[in-house]
T-cell receptor, first 113, second 113 residues
């Protein structure tokens, strides 16, 4: 069990650029979640997958955001035309099944200049 | 809908003193409740969780929490604080079919020598 990994750990980009983050969940975990955390706040739910199916998207996830989990293993989160308000920590978590403990990766910290 | 309220965004205790971090929740269905800890520049780590059964749950690092349905509370305690306990603590509720986590705003714990 190597834990949840995320890449990159840090990303600095200019406004208007596209960025993509990757999350590798714990192997055999069917559920994968994306959250966003801004300074001084708790994490906010963005979206989740059951295997390769994306089952729910938060209203926080504008049409500039897209997430995929093509083979039910790793997932990517892409932000197009980044805005300064997108600056945050993006967290990925996985769990074996609904209701089971969600294990978190270290996060990707995004700074949009 | 589910929600979590953490009373006190900052708590300061002396080393060796009792730690009490407060969490109240709202849920229309039986909740699963979690406490996570976040150290600076690190991901979220599970301290303990309540799903069903015994209402007093013990976690890592000497922490415990008691689920009180009548008070809709899940307060976190530790009898004697250590300097290493200084961190951000988050309470979360996990309910509904999608089992996404709904988070409180967090409580920053400072431990003074």
């Amino acid at each position: 069990d190597t834990g949840v990994s995320q890449d990159p750990r840090h990303k600095i980009t200019k406004r208007g650029q596209n960025v993509t983050f990757r999350c590798d969940p714990i192997s055999e975990h069917n559920r994968l979640y994306w959250y966003r955390q801004t300074l001084g706040q708790g994490p906010e739910f963005l979206t989740y997958f059951q295997n390769e199916a994306q089952l729910e998207k938060s209203r926080l996830l504008s049409d500039r955001f897209s997430a995929e989990r093509p083979k039910g293993s790793f997932s990517t989160l892409e932000i197009q035309r980044t805005e300064q308000g997108d600056s945050a920590m993006y967290l990925c978590a996985s769990s074996l099944a609904p209701g089971e403990t969600q294990y978190f990766g270290p996060g990707t910290r995004l700074l949009v200049l | 809908a589910q929600s979590v309220t953490q009373l006190g965004s900052h708590v300061s205790v002396s080393e060796g003193a009792l730690v009490l971090l407060r969490c109240n929740y709202s849920s229309s269905v039986p909740p699963y409740l979690f406490w996570y800890v976040q150290y600076p520049n690190q991901g979220l780590q599970l301290l303990l969780k309540y799903t069903t059964g015994a209402t007093l749950v013990k976690g890592i690092n000497g922490f415990e929490a008691e689920f009180k349905k009548s008070e809709t509370s899940f307060h976190l305690t530790k009898p004697s604080a250590h300097m290493s306990d200084a961190a951000e603590y988050f309470c979360a509720v996990n309910a509904g079919n999608n089992r996404k986590l709904i988070w409180g705003l967090g409580t920053s714990l400072a431990v003074n020598p």
